[in-house]
């Protein structure tokens, strides 16, 4: 899709909390148990940090198509402690950390991730903020590159009892 196509056909905002059971129940569709942010730290993030929870709305049946979310801080490496430690959040920080990007499966292979990070990197750059880092498996290091994400090796996170690489983007 270009990106006049997918403008056409998703609008890209924050969440609602209303949308809160709809996100968690993505969640479990995209991740397996283990990798799965938990519902408990869902709700927790979607009422503390909703201006860093982008979704993209397939605009005919007006529901979350896929999303990606985040949270600030000052610190500039990636650690597990993020992804269920909300008293982490600096609003203020300038360092946004990934904590989930999800594609619903029936929306795949259009480039809507791809449209969702570009979106969420063009609003970063808007907020001022100068670093994105964000974990993920060997087998997406590709995909991260093409979205302008630089390797910087294995990183620390032992999420999941996996061994994650550790990608940057610097705005
Ligand atoms: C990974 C995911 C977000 C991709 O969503 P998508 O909308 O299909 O991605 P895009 O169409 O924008 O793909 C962009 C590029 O990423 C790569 N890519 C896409 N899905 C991939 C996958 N599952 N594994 C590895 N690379 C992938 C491709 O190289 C693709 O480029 P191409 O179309 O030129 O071949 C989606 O499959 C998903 O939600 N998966 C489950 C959750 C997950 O793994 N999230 C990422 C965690 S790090």
Redesign the pocket.
């Known amino acids: 899709m270009t990106k006049n196509e997918v403008r056409l056909r998703y609008s890209f905002r924050c969440i609602t909390e209303k949308e809160t059971e709809e996100a968690i129940a993505i969640e479990q569709i ?2 397996p148990p283990n ?1 799965a942010c938990s519902a408990k730290s869902m709700r927790t993030r979607i009422l503390a940090v909703p201006e860093l929870f982008l979704v993209a709305i397939d605009e005919k049946l007006g529901k979350i198509a ?1 999303f990606l979310n985040g949270i600030a801080t000052n610190e500039t490496v990636f650690r597990d402690e993020f992804f269920s430690d909300i008293s982490l959040y600096d609003p203020e920080g300038q360092t946004l950390m990934i904590l ?6 029936e ?11 570009s979106e969420y990197l063009e609003r970063a750059a808007k907020m001022e903020k100068k670093l994105v880092l ?4 060997e ?2 290091v ?3 590159k ?2 302008g994400f630089q390797d910087k090796g294995m990183s620390g996170s032992t999420w999941g009892g996996e061994q994650w690489h550790e990608m940057s983007y610097e705005l």
Do not use: H, S
């Open positions: 995209c991740f990798e896929g989930g990007l999800d594609v619903i499966p929306y795949r292979g259009q480039g809507l991730a791809t449209a969702i990070m964000l974990t993920c498996l087998d997406k590709n995909m991260y093409k979205m």
